[in-house]
């Protein structure tokens, strides 16, 4: 079992030198870096308890007492790095570590700096005797901290799937999905570990196979964690009518409400001339063909701020970005399959011309938009001839 630790350790420090080295690193790149890196001295502290090398070399033990209580902090923010518009490093994030820092402090001057056997019949003691105020504080941040940062991230994440829905038009390799599925795994993580501490496990497994269990989902965690976030690209970059024939649109439950722009200083006049250009760019220029289309490409085009753009999307027609062009791609779809000119072209041919960018997002929204699949539309609209 050791030497799985010993190869996730491995593969964290890997992860974390091919995040470094990568080309264009953004900020979410180095916290991802740092964080990979973190986790592979977490990991390698829990080789050398696990394997007795603490124990043989004292200065090594206790080194890693207070990492629990970091984990989490990196997380989340290497999330807000991730979801913030600007894709930077604030440094009120620092804060999160403050809890570390205090304990990282508190042991230094307590423990760290003893000597070899000092360091051995500290140990030992605490192992026999009932913690003091302040080691029963840090084991308390190191069982409860991690888990309300999972929850904490969760719903960062499902505030950015709705943020992204008013910036762009497609949710492919920006919704973060993958990084809901790893902060879940870690929150599974770290469910174990609060099993573990109330004793469920205690009947079944040793104090010794307890904490394996629990560096062994870390170690899985590794995996995806770098996998993934070596692929994810930079979500946000930072910056120095043919009316009469417009998408019908009604507004929507769960849409955005207009009460958020009451301080914009957008007239009802300005709003409507806005939604005019606007409907008329979709109409006559078809932009919505372009996969990649965002609200900030759309209103470079109209020389419209982003912000009073969106408050005409969800202001004045009552959807969000992603709605309306979708809407426009399912129409142009819709239109391309009746039209005899493109019957050599396959379904998903079309699907990508009219700038869906897979078959599960254009099945998804498709379906969504008209209450059928594609291939029962085309049975239904397109008898055969």
């Known amino acids: 079992m050791e030497v799985i630790f010993l190869f996730g350790t491995v593969q964290a420090f890997f992860l974390s030198f091919l995040v470094f080295t990568k080309k264009n690193k953004s900020t979410a790149d180095y916290v991802l870096g740092a964080w990979m890196a973190f986790i592979g001295l977490h990991l390698l502290d829990f080789y050398f308890h696990s394997t007795g090398l603490a124990f043989q070399y004292p200065h090594l033990l206790g080194l890693g007492v207070s990492f629990p209580m970091l984990e989490g902090p990196f997380m989340f923010v290497y999330i807000l790095v991730m979801i913030n518009k600007t894709g930077r490093l604030k440094p009120a994030y620092l804060l999160h570590a403050l809890p ?12 760290y700096f003893l000597n070899a056997s000092e360091k051995l019949a500290y140990y030992r003691a605490q192992q026999n005797i009932n913690f003091g105020p302040i080691l029963r504080a840090l084991s308390f941040g190191n069982v409860f901290l991690g888990p309300a940062y999972v929850v904490w991230s969760l719903f960062k994440l499902r505030k950015h799937s709705k943020n992204i829905s008013e910036q762009f038009s497609y949710t492919e390799q920006i919704n973060l999905n993958w990084l809901k599925y790893v902060v879940a795994g870690l ?196 008898p055969i001839q």
């Open 100 to 111: 570390f820092l205090f304990f990282t402090v508190y042991l230094a001057w307590d423990f």
């Open 187 to 382: 929150g599974f993580v770290w469910i174990t570990v609060l099993i573990t501490k109330i004793g469920i496990f205690s009947p079944f497994l040793t104090f010794d196979w307890e904490n394996r269990l629990i560096y062994l989902s870390v170690t899985i965690a590794v995996f995806f964690l770098g996998f993934f976030g070596l692929k994810q690209q930079t979500i946000y970059i930072n910056e120095p009518g043919r009316v009469g024939n417009r998408v019908a649109l009604t507004k929507q439950n769960g849409e955005i409400p207009a009460e958020r722009y009451k301080k914009s200083g957008l007239s009802e006049q300005n709003a409507k001339e806005y939604l005019y250009r606007l409907l008329q760019f979709l109409d006559e220029e078809k932009p919505y063909l372009n996969g990649k289309l965002s609200l900030k490409d759309v209103a470079a085009q109209l020389s419209i701020s982003i912000n009073h753009l969106s408050q005409v999307i969800n202001g004045q027609l009552g959807v969000s970005f992603f709605n309306l062009i979708n809407k426009y791609r399912v129409d142009e779809v819709k239109s391309r399959i009746t039209n005899p000119e493109y019957r050599q072209l396959t379904l998903l041919a079309i699907a990508y011309d009219c700038g869906f960018n897979s078959k599960s997002s254009f099945n998804n929204i498709f379906k969504k938009a008209t209450g059928l699949t594609p291939s029962q539309f085309i049975k239904e609209k397109c």
